[in-house]
């Protein structure tokens, strides 16, 4: 339902606004205090929530293009499609070594006795391959060959079934069982959203495969096995505070033994144990058999990326306890220490000198410099008394260890209720560093709680809002949409966590990433096919809270109050001490245009131009997609200030940033 203004100023009441007095205060001026900084905005405030589901890592941003390219799937032969001109019993067989690597057990061994028969296995990809003409593609895969006698062809198939690629392998004896790898690149000669990789055996003999790879050149700063460029890039165009990672849920696991292990995401990829993804078969109506988790993205690529990317690193940690809507398994007590110490070596293997046990590890990785890890979550969207009574065991001992390290503490998976209240109760009196908060809701709740962290104690524990998006339809409704309503919802509501900034210090949209053939949650702020990905209204009111975010709160306010749902607007301002700007935050949530004088006070001079970025669309039920990704996307504009007024005509449905110079 969209609301009405009730005040909305036309045009020429607004020029006759700029008569009255410079300090008349009424219900079509905003004023903006510039010299009166109310509190600091935290340089992490606005920053991303990365998750592995929807395909955001596995099938995302780690740019691996094989599925289940060492067999560890449950099925072992997932993904994968064996074609042989006869059959032979035993040609491609599965074989366990689980007693000499249990980390990576699973490999294929692949017998030809007829150098006349064909035989070849395809792997589908992650909802096939996204190739691109003219671009090196980076084969390679692990193997043993007791004799010589196969050559392996290796081919890029396109939809149409167009060779578009390939290379041949010959691989070499090996001795004595050892595992040998080959490599090879080759140039894709054309465009596919979904090829497969074809692998041809061709002679007589027998050989062991393991490790099968395939990645493009192009990756995030061009690193072999790295991650997905274009999804960084839209990341790092945000400019985030902090990245979350890695969620989430999959921090729990649906049981302990399938909950996130950090240790088993570092060192060389073969030996990063792999683990069933929890979103696997967490949705009946979204079931997703073929989801595992490689690592390939791991602790150690999370750092690197956010170091690339100038965000903080924002871990967090199983606390003892896996999902609590599966199966609530809960570690006693008297075994929580390992996973204490899980968190305290993340910390040593983030910051520890190269001297240290588990900085030693990470400079072995490749980099000897620390990641700088100032903060932690313990706990995902865990409650009750068993959560509480963990989370005191991993605070004492990561404080004591490191006094000035923060911990974020989470107040379950709703804003209000009786979890809620239990937990914002217990951890308040346990002087929370910062109290982790989710609101999955319909944009109506969004708006009327712009004003929520208003009253907040200001100097006790601050606000993480860690998870939140405006659902058009539900919690897990497949109907929710990522479009201008919602965005526009959340924007308001945005502007109450920077109004109070003094007590929210960090907040982050989720989740972040949705592969339009394999996702289990929307809605979602990116969202990508195997060649492309554009950003959500949504996304684009992250980035301008995120690039406009300044470094002090001031004053905005209409009838001497702030402004939160009168006349349908929401207004945030803050001013940018590096820069010397003032920007306003403005959004109109109705669907008619509202017009207002915002009046500037406190500087000598402002500018006689303000840069104007308005995210706005027709229809409260806009989107973007893969044929129109900038449909609802800000356009920047000039416009005239005059002395210190600027009138803004907010169009309905819309979200306008105003950024003016100051002396
Ligand atoms: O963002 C999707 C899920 O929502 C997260 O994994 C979980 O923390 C929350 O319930």
């Known amino acids: 339902m969209r609301i009405k203004p009730l005040l909305a100023a036309t045009w020429v009441n607004i020029g006759l606004l700029f008569v009255t007095t410079a300090h008349a205060q009424n219900s079509n001026t905003i004023m903006v205090q510039v010299n009166k900084p109310v ?11 990365f998750e ?14 094989v599925k289940n390219r060492s067999f560890e799937f449950y099925q072992p032969l997932m993904g994968w499609k064996v074609t042989q001109s006869k059959f032979n019993e035993g ?3 599965v074989m366990n070594r689980a007693e000499k690597n249990t980390a990576n057990p699973r490999f294929i061994r692949i017998t030809k006795d007829a150098a006349a028969d064909t035989l070849s296995i395809t792997n589908e990809g992650f909802r096939g391959m996204g190739i691109k003409k003219g671009l090196r593609y980076d084969f390679s895969v692990a193997y043993r060959q007791p004799a010589a006698g196969l050559t392996v062809l290796v081919e890029l198939v396109s939809m149409a079934g167009k060779i578009i690629g390939g290379t041949t392998i010959t691989p070499v004896v090996t001795a004595n069982e050892v595992w040998s790898k080959a490599a090879a690149s080759f140039t894709a000669t054309d465009t596919s959203l979904k090829a497969t990789l074809h692998i041809r055996f061709e002679g007589t003999g027998k050989i062991d495969l393991d ?8 990756t995030w700063k061009k690193r072999p096995g790295g991650m997905r460029a274009d999804m960084i890039q839209l990341l790092a165009d945000m400019k985030p505070g902090f990245i979350r990672f890695p969620g989430g849920c999959v921090v729990e696991g649906h049981e302990l033994s399938t909950r996130y292990q950090w240790k088993k995401t570092i060192g060389p990829v073969e030996d ?14 979204r079931p997703t058999p073929d989801y595992y988790q490689t690592f390939g993205l791991g602790f150690f690529e999370y750092f690197q990326l956010a170091e690339d990317i100038g965000a903080s690193p924002l871990p967090i940690l199983n606390c003892g306890m896996a999902c609590q809507f599966n199966t609530a398994e809960v570690i006693p007590i008297d075994q929580l220490d390992p996973y204490v110490q899980d968190a305290l070596d993340l910390i040593e293997f983030a910051n520890g000198d190269v001297s240290t046990q588990w900085g030693k590890v990470r400079a072995h990785m490749g980099h000897s410099a620390t990641f700088n890890l100032k903060m932690m979550g313990v706990g995902n969207e865990n409650w009750g008394p068993q959560y509480v009574e963990r989370l005191k065991i991993f605070s004492k001992a990561i404080k004591a260890r490191y006094p000035d390290f923060k911990l974020v503490n989470s107040s379950g998976t709703d804003p209000n209720g009786e979890r809620f209240d239990y937990l914002n109760s217990e951890l308040r009196k346990m002087n929370a560093d910062i109290i982790d908060e989710h609101y999955y809701r319909r944009p109506e709740w969004f708006l009327a ?4 962290y208003d009253n907040y104690p200001r100097n006790a524990s601050k606000i993480f809002a860690g998870e939140y998006a405006a659902q058009s339809d539900h919690t897990v409704s497949i109907e929710n949409k990522n479009n201008t309503e919602t965005a526009i919802a959340e924007a308001a509501f945005m502007t109450g966590l920077e109004r109070n900034a003094a007590v929210v210090n960090m907040a982050s949209y989720a989740p972040l990433f949705a592969h339009i053939d394999g996702w289990q949650w929307t809605p979602d702020l990116i969202w990508v096919n195997n060649l492309q990905s554009y950003g959500t209204p949504n996304y684009y009111v992250q980035k301008l809270f995120s690039t406009n975010k300044g470094t002090n709160v001031v004053p905005a306010l209409m009838d001497g109050k702030s402004i939160s ?3 349908s607007i929401y207004v945030s301002a803050v001013i940018d001490k590096n820069t010397g700007d003032v920007i306003v935050k403005l959004v109109n949530a109705c669907d008619n245009p509202v017009s207002k004088i915002i009046e500037l006070s406190g500087a000598k001079k402002f500018s006689e131009t303000a840069t104007l970025t308005l995210l706005k669309s027709n229809a409260a039920g806009d989107v973007n997609s893969f044929v129109h990704p900038d449909a609802v996307s800000p356009v920047t504009s000039a416009t005239p ?5 600027i009138a803004a005509v907010l169009p309905a449905n819309s979200f306008s940033v105003y950024r003016v110079g100051m002396k």
């Open 641 to 645: 200030v005059k002395g210190n007024k």
């Open 211 to 218: 490790m099968i790879s395939l990645f493009p050149e192009d």
């Open 91 to 93: 040609s491609v067989l």
């Open 39 to 49: 509190a600091e905005v935290q340089p992490a405030m606005w920053g991303v929530f």
């Open 565 to 567: 749902g009168q006349d």
């Open 52 to 65: 592995d589901i929807n395909l955001g890592a596995d099938g995302g941003i780690y740019a691996e293009l």
């Open 449 to 452: 709680n712009a004003a929520r």
């Open 272 to 285: 990063r144990q792999l683990s069933i993804n929890r979103w696997n078969s967490e949705f009946a109506h």
